[in-house]
Each structure stands twice: as C-alpha cells, then as structure tokens.
C-alpha cells in the first residue's frame, strides 16, 4: 500500500508486539506520549469489528514548535503520529506521514529543514526499532 506522503514499513512481528516495541523505542528516544488511540477497540465498544489499528501520538514540543513558527497551520499535523495496524493477511505494519511532505503541505520555510531532516530520521529510526528489531 502506498499513498503521497504516506510511508508504511511492514513489520516482523505482530500488532501487539510491534506496538509495545514502538513504544519502548518512544520512551528510549525521550519523547512524549500525548496519546494512544485503539480504533480497534473503539470499533468493538460500537458493535463493529477491526482489525488492530492504532495510532500513537508523539513529539518533541521544542521541535514541532519550530515548524508552527514557520506556518502554524502545521499544527494541524502536529505532534507526529504513527499508525500500528494488521492487514488482511495478518501482517502488522507501521505507517506514518512522510515529513518532507508534511513540509511541503504548509509551505514550511527553509530555515525548517534541519527539524524536518531530524525529523525525517527520527520517524525511520523508531520503525525501524519496532518492526525489525
């Protein structure tokens, strides 16, 4: 699956495990948890079933500020999220908002690229970490 400005990395474990591991990777890379969304378990509590699906929702506010300062519509896809879901064969996959995109989506000034690089690098990193090991 792919879609503009979207990037998704397919995981070696399952849903459940590739949360909890993105998790720790969060917590290990100092950042703030603002909340965690089950759709899954929302879903259930209407009567409706789906797969695991659930976003964690996560930033740096020195660095997200950065951005709003640049453009406050950033804010709009500030903090960063990644999205831990289960396809239709049962592989966990992570997906998250290509930040260079998200930076071409508010027109963000160039003085904003080391934030997005870092940015960039940090969202990888943490994919990385939960998914491969």
């Known amino acids: 699956m792919s879609a503009a400005g979207v990037v998704t990395v397919e995981s070696a474990y399952t849903a459940g495990e590739t949360l909890a591991r993105l998790q720790s990777a969060l917590q290990a890379a100092g950042m703030t948890v603002f909340a965690i969304f089950d759709h899954a378990d929302a879903a259930s509590k209407a009567g409706l079933s789906l797969r695991p699906t659930t976003v964690v929702v996560f930033g740096n506010p020195a660095a997200g500020t950065k951005l709003m300062q640049s453009n406050q ?30 930076a071409a989506r508010h027109e963000l000034g160039p003085e904003t690229a080391p934030v997005i690089a870092a940015m960039t690098k940090l969202l990888a990193s943490l994919a990385q970490k939960a998914a491969k090991g």
Do not use: C, F, H, R
């Not at 519509?73 to 992570?94: M, Q, Y």
């Open 73 to 102: 519509t950033a804010g709009l896809d500030l903090p960063l999220k990644i999205l831990v879901w289960e396809d239709e064969s049962k592989t966990a996959k992570l997906t998250y908002n290509d930040v260079a995109w998200l």
